[in-house]
């Protein structure tokens, strides 16, 4: 077959009258966050800051110009999602990765799309061009591409682009944490019942590196803290990994094939490069801060950096029961 499918990387379109994922000419409009979230959690108001942290929007306002027949598929996707959300971690946990993948890349690509919109408006209104480095953008058109899996024949096949870790989480029943990382293409949730983690193109790499905690984790429900550990170690990772990811791709009179191509050292270079207590230490500071936990009680001088992953004399799992701190 000779798909052709929408690039808006290739001119850099970001128009509210062409939809985000297909590129069809649209009166219409999505909210980026299901808007069930936003009213079951209560967040709908609070305010996120776009790329320039000089202008803010409320959750609720965050809407991606949308072709209806995109939305339909957008609709059909959060319905499955929900229906597992709502039964729980074993529902969620049995879900596809690919719908995982799907409906949580809608948030983190839809703040995307907001972020290069309103930049490429802010530097029109200057008489400025509107560019992105070639690093970003390969990136991001490779994440918009595996996005329209949902609208068009564009199929997973052998190792996955991603990382999708799921665990039963212990937090307070009104409680629902979000983080994502738009540059890095991570995105972390947790609320009353499970923990998710999502890293959209590692192609595997940090979910294998885990692997020994991961193994060490079943049979557990997660307290809040080692849950932010967690998510701390794969974004660090992220951070230090050192390859790109690659993709092989077949087109078939059925679909195209994406086919991630597991990373492995290259060119002389490990593919983690050093690990870094000290950075290590101010980035789950910042994850920690909410308990009090500072950098300098992470780090002391002639002890091993604090974990409530692993017992760092023993290496044994620590027990979430014995964690004291409140959830």
Request: charged content about 25%.
């Amino acid at each position: 077959m000779n798909l052709a499918l929408y690039n808006p990387y290739e001119d850099l379109i970001f128009d509210a009258h062409f939809c985000f994922l297909s590129g069809a000419l649209t009166t219409e409009s999505m909210s980026v966050f299901p808007e069930w979230v936003l009213e079951q959690f209560g967040f709908g108001d609070e305010r996120i800051e776009v790329m320039d942290k000089m202008k803010t929007y409320r959750f609720s306002e965050l809407r991606l110009p949308a072709a209806p027949e995109v939305i339909q598929k957008f609709e059909a996707l959060d319905k499955t999602f929900r229906t597992a959300f709502d039964s729980g971690y074993e529902a969620v946990a049995a879900l596809d990765e690919e719908i995982i993948f799907q409906w949580s890349g809608r948030i983190v690509y839809g703040l995307i799309y907001l972020e290069l919109t309103y930049e490429r408006n802010r530097l029109l209104r200057e008489g400025k061009e509107f560019t992105l480095s070639p690093y970003l953008k390969r990136r991001f058109t490779l994440f918009h591409l595996m996005m329209q899996s949902l609208i068009a024949p564009v199929k997973f096949k052998g190792r996955k682009p991603w990382s999708i870790v799921v665990f039963p989480l212990k937090f307070s029943a009104d409680i629902f944490t979000y983080r994502d990382d738009t540059v890095n293409l991570l995105f972390q949730m947790g609320v009353n019942g499970f923990g998710m983690i999502v890293c959209f193109q590692d192609n595997g790499a940090l979910k294998d590196k885990m692997a020994g905690t991961l193994a060490k984790m079943q049979g557990y429900v997660l307290h809040p803290l080692q849950f932010e550990e967690l998510y701390a170690h794969f974004h660090y990772l992220d951070y230090i990994l050192q390859q790109k990811p690659e993709y092989r791709f077949e087109e078939t009179d059925e679909a195209l094939y994406v086919e991630a191509v597991e990373m492995k050292p290259k060119d002389g270079r490990p593919l983690f490069g050093h690990w870094d207590d000290n950075i290590f230490a101010q980035l789950l500071s910042n994850y920690w801060s909410v308990y009090g936990i500072e950098r300098e009680d992470i780090l002391q001088f002639q002890k091993p950096r604090l974990s409530y992953l692993e017992n760092p004399y023993t290496t044994e799992f620590v027990d979430p029961e014995s964690i004291t701190l409140p959830y």
